[in-house]
Nanobody, 115 residues
Framework: QVQLVESGGGLVQAGGSLRLSCAAS??????????MGWYRQAPGKQRELVAA???????NYTDSVKGRFTISRDNAKNTVYLLMNSLKSEDTAEYYC???????WGQGTQVTVSS
């Protein structure tokens, strides 16, 4: 079992930055051996994958955030991060982390970007 807790969301002006954290508790080996993803869901829209990182640290991003967002992980802390720079109003959404290919999701953290 793995529990995921996101933090770091908030209200920021366009052009600003936020760093989201997702702390995993439970099985340390499950976290370390699995890919993790950050997703977001804006009102009235489907949840989408924003960024993912494999157990070895390879990353990929949806096109709309490439060059602005950076996903990283610290296996010693059982934590995955999402650094978001140059935020835009269209980044406003609830952000969730997920253990890849599983039903383990965090509860979400709200990011609101004011223009």
């Amino acid at each position: 079992q793995v529990q995921l807790v996101e933090s770091g969301g908030g209200l920021v002006q366009a052009g600003g930055s936020l760093r989201l954290s997702c702390a995993a508790s439970g099985s340390r080996s499950i976290f370390r051996l699995n890919a993790m993803g950050w997703y977001r869901q804006a009102p009235g829209k489907q949840r989408e994958l924003v960024a993912a990182i494999t157990s070895s640290g390879s990353t990929n991003y949806t096109d709309s955030v490439k060059g602005r967002f950076t996903i990283s992980r610290d296996n010693a802390k059982n934590t995955v991060y999402l650094l978001m720079n140059s935020l835009k109003s269209e980044d406003t959404a609830e952000y969730y982390c997920r253990l890849a290919y599983s039903d383990f999701w965090g509860q979400g953290t709200q990011v609101t970007v004011s223009s």
